[in-house]
């Protein structure tokens, strides 16, 4: 059953099922349901009581000055009602008073914090679905969520969520994509298949391509799968763990414990110097004017404590909370919110930034950077740069004119028609609706435009210009109004492409007329490189020509993918199949004789054969542009920057190498890790290189491993802050010295956890407010020297009043 150290994803669907005790076609009977749910509980996240009010305003009086400062105004009280002949009313409960004011009020403000740190416990129960779709005694049905146990056989669907973790049984499409960032890192969706991994794969969430995990989104397609773990047993479960985990270990700030340090020296001093104080003057005890030797030693020791009174620093707190308070203004006008105030002065002692890549090094924003058409033969390439790193279809195409080649034209209709995905504009920006891969591609045909048609390149400019709204998608709309889609061959795990049925609508489109010969219909193609090219028999030309592909055009094509691929770039190919038989003449009836062939998806590879090449484009996603320079400030004053993605190692070190964490020729053999390599090693060679002053990447990073990594720095005395945005990022923002989440693309989970939020996701920002976070913590320095100083002069002359004996007058 299940958490009994069966691995599920190394394991046929059949042998699952068979452990599980249950058929796909019957799912379990709702008594054995029932049985189940008694030994594992609910499918739902553990509901943690909050800490108990009273407990909360107890912790805020937990600390030494505060208790030196509650110790004083409780003796002062004392002696007011005592002695309350001497200062007529309320004059006499002044000095407590006040005490007592600043130490409340602390304290709320403390409580109001410590209560809001709960929120990121309850955000990860918003994670999860309220329904899922599960099979019941033979029959689908529509259950809570809550409800499932190990053994479910369970439909998911695009637009679901996944209510538990599951092993993916059987697929009713031809692929199943997710959408795991926010538990992964990995920038991209990832396919989905049924078959059994090789023994020995790594037991990470990114290998675990059979397996869904509960809380992630499912972007298409349409499968069964078997409940393996629900609940606290789930991936999601497991983070929540953390951060419960996480919450318990918090630390003082840095400032705290100095001032801890301080009070618990200022205790002892005051105790010394009252006792000494109190001593030396015993003889005046006896003086008639007290009246009493009682009346004496109750005279001095008033003394004593008014000595105790004037070395504490009783406006400490205030200065620290005003300075603190007019930090988070400041920082908020530079775009980062501070949901916690002692962070603000944490950041100015913060030593190491530690930072997702997806987001907050990069765009999050994929781009198209290259692509490459063949010029006047088949083993002549062109290659085109591509400026831009956002969504805006604006930037300049550097390399041949592109109304040179017919070629552009091609592939820029292959891009944009092999595309499910669109570009808005809203709220003056543009934004993607689909895959990111797929939008690159719709902004890259904007970016080429009409190249060789001028009136309407000028008609799309002037309107880009007045209405960018509008705009957004000129080209691909124009595009697909010339190109009628018939058909959609879906992609699958085996071909590795995609492809869709055209039909020629607009004749006197430039581009429509030369994708098509004495064939009405055109099969356009995208897809992996490696395959696609394995399966072209001609190539086009930069005029339009068709050639035969020979070996030595092949060897040149794929040279230029192995290029591409050594730069970490996502390389996509484009072919098109003109001559497509019974498919030349289908016009999307269901009725027509071709259609049968759409209807079985193994038909897809034959029909997508003898292809024509036309072109490749590679994109990433791209450095923000301000990063590389705010790095070298780091650098400057003394913080490193570590590197920790979910993404695989390759692309973690290219991007790393962009924006300055490596530079050339470094030596990566002690600086770059996956988080499993990392953590296989000695724990003696883990804190060597943690602690050899470098810049570092982690890549195939889990959840455990950011924890465990932000854990190990602050063992080894560094100040640390977390950057991150997803639900995995949480137990390290809340492990970390500071977490801080971004704010527009980071999920409420990581928010709530974080103890300061980027209002605009950008690095820059980190390093603006570790500015100014220094400058406060100087700030603060200089104030309590200051307090500290007019103190002691108070303390000199109580004392040395004391010590000359000076009788009462």
């Not at 406006?315 to 919110?337: D, E, F, H, S, Y």
């Not at 010339?482 to 049925?501: G, H, I, P």
């Not at 005029?543 to 996509?572: E, M």
Request: contains cysteine; glycine residues 8%; charged residues 25%.
């Amino acid at each position: 059953m299940a958490d009994d150290g069966f691995r599920y994803e190394l394991e046929t669907p059949e042998a699952v099922l068979k452990h599980l005790g249950v058929t796909e076609e019957q799912g379990l009977s709702t008594a054995e349901a029932e049985k189940r749910r008694a030994v594992h509980g609910y499918n739902e996240l553990d509901k943690e009581e909050g800490t108990p009010l009273w407990k909360l305003v107890l912790e805020q009086f937990d600390d030494a000055l505060v208790k030196i400062l509650l110790g004083a105004a409780v003796v002062s009280f004392a002696l007011a009602v005592f002695e309350g002949g001497e200062e007529e009313g309320i004059g006499a409960f002044v000095e407590p008073l006040v005490i007592l004011v600043i130490l409340v009020l602390n304290a709320i403000v403390g409580v109001w914090q410590e209560s809001n740190a709960e929120a990121a416990l309850e955000a990860l129960k918003d994670l999860q679905p309220e329904n899922a779709r599960v099979m019941r005694d033979g029959e689908m049905v529509t259950l809570p969520a809550r409800e499932l146990v190990p053994g479910d056989v369970v439909e998911i669907r695009v637009g679901d969520k996944v209510p538990a973790d599951l092993r993916l049984l059987s697929m009713k499409t031809t692929a199943i994509r997710v959408e795991q960032a926010q538990m992964t890192g990995e920038s991209t969706s990832v396919n989905k298949d049924i078959d059994a991994l090789p023994q020995g794969t790594e037991n990470i969430i990114q290998a675990k391509t059979n397996m869904l995990f509960a809380a992630t989104v499912v972007v298409n397609g349409l499968g069964h799968g078997v409940v393996t773990e629900v609940g606290m047993k789930t991936e999601i479960g497991k983070i929540q763990q953390s951060v419960q985990d996480a919450s318990k270990e918090e630390e003082d700030t840095p400032l705290t414990k100095k001032l801890d340090e301080f009070g618990e020296l200022l205790s002892k001093v005051i105790a010394v110097i009252c006792i000494v104080v109190w001593i030396i003057n015993y003889k005046n005890f006896f003086d008639p004017i007290y009246g009493s030797v009682f009346k004496g030693c109750i005279y001095y020791f008033k003394i004593a404590v008014a000595l105790a009174v004037a070395a504490i620093p009783e406006g400490l707190p205030a200065v620290i909370t005003t300075c603190l308070a007019l930090g988070t203004r400041k920082m908020a006008k530079k775009n980062a919110i501070v949901r916690k105030l002692p962070s603000v002065e944490t950041l100015g002692c913060t030593t190491v930034i530690c930072s997702d890549k997806t987001g907050t090094l990069t765009t999050n924003e994929m781009s198209c950077v290259t692509f490459t058409h063949l010029g006047k033969s088949e083993t002549e390439l062109v290659t085109y740069d591509v400026e831009g790193h956002t969504y805006a279809p604006v930037g300049k195409i550097e390399g041949a004119p592109l109304g040179q080649f017919k070629a552009v034209d091609s592939l820029a209709t292959v891009c944009s028609l092999c595309n499910e995905s669109a570009i808005e504009y809203r709220d003056g920006k543009y934004v993607r609706i689909g895959e990111p891969t797929e939008a690159a591609l719709k902004v890259l045909v904007e970016k080429i435009g009409f190249p060789q048609d001028g009136a309407k390149q000028a008609e799309m400019q002037s309107l880009r210009a007045s209405n960018p709204e509008k705009a957004v998608q000129f080209c691909n709309e124009y595009l697909e109004a010339q190109n009628k889609k018939l058909a959609v061959l879906e992609f699958s795990r085996d071909r590795k492409s995609m492809s869709v049925l055209c039909t020629k609508s607009g004749a006197s489109s430039q581009r429509a007329t030369r994708s098509s010969t004495s064939h009405q219909n055109v099969l356009l193609v995208k897809g992996a490189p490696e395959g696609l090219i394995d399966r072209c028999t001609h190539v086009e030309l930069g005029d339009g020509t068709v050639k035969p592909l020979t070996d030595a055009g092949r060897q040149v094509l794929l040279t230029q993918v192995s290029s591409l691929a050594r730069k970490s770039l996502r390389c996509l190919a484009f072919a098109k199949k003109e001559d497509v038989g019974d498919l030349g003449s289908y016009d999307g009836d269901r009725h027509h004789p071709a259609h049968k062939q759409l209807e079985r998806t193994e038909n897809f590879a034959a029909i997508e054969s003898s292809l024509t090449f036309i072109g490749l484009a590679s994109m990433l996603d791209p450095p923000r542009p301000e990063v590389r320079p705010m790095i070298e400030t780091c650098h400057t004053a003394g913080i490193r920057v570590i590197c920790i993605t979910g993404d695989n190692k390759l692309t973690a070190e290219s991007i790393c190498h962009k924006i300055g964490i490596f530079k050339e020729g470094d030596d990566l053999s002690t600086r770059s890790f996956t988080g499993a390599e990392f953590f296989a090693l000695p724990i003696e060679k883990r804190n060597q290189y943690l602690s050899d002053g470098h810049g570092m990447v982690f890549s195939r990073t889990e959840p455990k491993h950011k924890q465990q990594l932000v854990k190990m720095l602050k063992q080894l005395g560094e100040v640390a802050a977390m950057t991150g945005d997803g639900v995995n990022d949480a137990p390290a923002l809340k492990q970390a010295d500071i977490g801080i989440a971004m704010g527009i693309t980071g999920t409420e989970v990581a928010k709530e956890a974080a103890d300061m939020v980027l209002a605009d996701d950008n690095f820059a920002t980190i390093v603006a407010a570790v500015e100014e976070g220094r400058a406060i913590y100087n700030n603060m320095q200089a104030f309590i020297r200051y307090l500290i100083s007019s103190n002691i002069g108070e303390v000199a002359a109580i004392f040395l009043t004391a010590a000359w004996v000076c009788p009462r007058v």
